[in-house]
């Protein structure tokens, strides 16, 4: 990437030499930008958003906060410093950093534990047809986790991951987005496509590996992926989706779309370098991407208090110029006000965010895990009823009379005919022919690639009984 960047500056400074175009370049303004509040930022003020982007200059890259340009009692103003990296006040006193604030940073939330809006909430107001297509859409995918991890656990399949705990996460920023947003998902998001259009019977097909699979078989199951709806392919390696992100929302800036790039990462994955990296090349780029990390507790079976020592992820936005927020990632009307005005900043301001989504992991890992060796079962239980993202916003929904115990049962008894149909339907679907193995790479295959084709058709014509009934040549 390093190399890349190099090589890309190099061309730049070549075309405004040889063709005269000094705009290639950004310009960088230094001058001093107001600071704001999370209240500020909050949904109701669009008249607040119009007015910071009028504010706007056409680069933010050395951006400097009003509470970092206040000069303290210990700063001489006579002896101010000029570095590359901008002018600084200076200081005779020796002091150190502390490394970290004595305050945590507060949990943006708007629904309290009994789905009542909390007096004097700043949020996005979500309309009746909305709240209840989010709310179906939450039932529905508890539905689908359910039937998908017991067809696992029948051998039907062989492997799953769940998203129970953070179904408000899934469903409420994905209701916050455009349709030409680009996400790039981590593997518990599935509900994001579930909302964007992508069938039941979709998600059976990519969980079989049969023929009707976008995919062509070749990814384990819970790795969907869908040109049409705007959705890169799950990828198993951690954080690898972040600094891609980056280079999507720097491509749309290019292209000058009206969209941005938005992915996902757990808590776990903020301890990989492409976190890092991810999250610096879009801001020093400027690239619009919104960044939402799930800090669900357990990276595995790996505590958040043996992966970092910061105040969780939210702060660590700042360190690389990004404007971030913590959001109580149970409460889909938080989630979704803040998922909503941080796409709306990457937009109209072109720039990263950072949402911090605090939740927590209900299900095992995946269906190779037993969480039970590493936490304890009332734990769970604690979660799983008493902060349940689903029935929070379920009252929310009811007390406001848009749902009732007719509509639940109807939702559900529909959902669980609907999924059993389509793994019906994908279990009887033949698989996907072994030449597919080999294909999509080359434009002509090499003779290495062709002797390794053949070899494998020998040998599964030689023993037939050891693969699947229906395996194609």
């Known amino acids: 990437m ?5 090589r890309s500056r190099n061309i730049v400074f070549s075309l405004r030499h040889n063709l005269n175009l000094p705009g290639i370049l950004i310009k960088r303004d230094y001058s001093p930008r107001p600071a704001f509040t999370n209240s500020q930022l909050s949904s109701k003020s669009s008249v607040f958003l119009d007015s ?3 504010l706007r200059h056409e680069s933010t890259a050395v951006e400097k906060q009003l509470d970092l340009v206040q000069r303290s009692d210990e700063e001489n103003p006579d002896q101010e410093l000029d570095f590359p990296g901008g002018k600084l006040g200076s200081t005779s006193k020796m002091k150190f950093i502390p490394e970290s604030s004595p305050l945590r940073v507060p949990c943006y939330r708007v629904l309290d534990e009994d789905g009542r ?3 004097d909430s700043d949020y996005i107001p979500v309309s009746e047809k909305l709240a209840v297509r989010m709310y179906e859409h939450m039932a529905t995918l508890q539905v689908m986790d359910h039937i998908f991890y017991e067809a ?11 998203t129970v705990g953070e179904e408000a996460i899934n469903i409420a920023s994905a209701a916050a987005l455009s349709p030409d947003d680009v996400v790039l998902p981590q593997y518990r ?4 496509l579930l909302w964007r259009g992508f069938t039941l019977q979709e998600f059976a097909n990519q969980c079989f590996g049969n023929k009707a699979d976008h995919g062509k078989g070749r990814q384990m199951p819970v790795h969907y992926g869908s040109n049409r709806h705007n959705h890169f392919t799950v990828s198993s390696p951690i954080a690898t989706q972040l600094p891609q992100a980056a280079g999507v929302g720097y491509s749309l800036k290019m292209e000058k779309k009206n969209a941005c790039a938005v992915t996902f990462i757990g808590d ?3 301890s990989e370098g492409d976190f890092h990296a991810g999250l ?12 939402i990390c799930r800090n669900n507790g357990w990276a595995i079976s790996t505590h958040i208090s043996e992966q970092f020592r910061s105040d969780g992820i939210v702060v660590k936005g700042r360190a690389y110029g990004i404007r971030s927020i913590r959001v109580d990632g149970n409460d889909a009307l938080a989630v979704y006000s803040a998922v909503r005005s941080a796409r709306e900043m990457a937009v109209k301001e072109q720039r990263p965010v950072l949402i911090e989504a605090m939740t927590y992991r209900v299900g095992h890992h995946s269906t190779s895990d037993d ?6 079962a009332d734990e769970i239980q604690y979660w799983k009823m008493s902060r349940n993202p689903v029935n929070r916003f379920r009252k929310w929904v009811e007390d406001n009379g848009w749902w009732s115990e007719e509509d639940e049962s109807k939702i559900r008894s529909n959902a669980r005919k609907q999924i059993l149909q389509a793994i019906q339907t994908a279990e009887k679907l033949d698989k996907q022919p072994l030449t597919e193995l080999f294909s999509d790479v080359y434009d002509v295959k090499p003779k290495n690639l062709e002797e390794q084709e053949l070899g494998l058709k020998e040998l599964v014509e030689k023993q037939p009984q050891d693969y699947p009934p229906g395996f194609q040549i």
């Open 268 to 270: 776990g994955g903020t």
């Open 2 to 6: 390093a190399i890349w960047f190099a």
């Open 280 to 291: 610096n090349f879009a801001a020093v780029m400027e690239a619009p991407v919104v960044f």
């Open 52 to 54: 910071f982007t009028s």
């Open 371 to 376: 969480s039970t060796k590493y936490r304890a």
């Open 152 to 162: 696992q656990r029948q051998g039907r399949i062989s492997f799953f991951i769940t």
């Open 117 to 119: 809006i909390i007096p």
């Open 189 to 192: 998001e599935p509900g994001v």
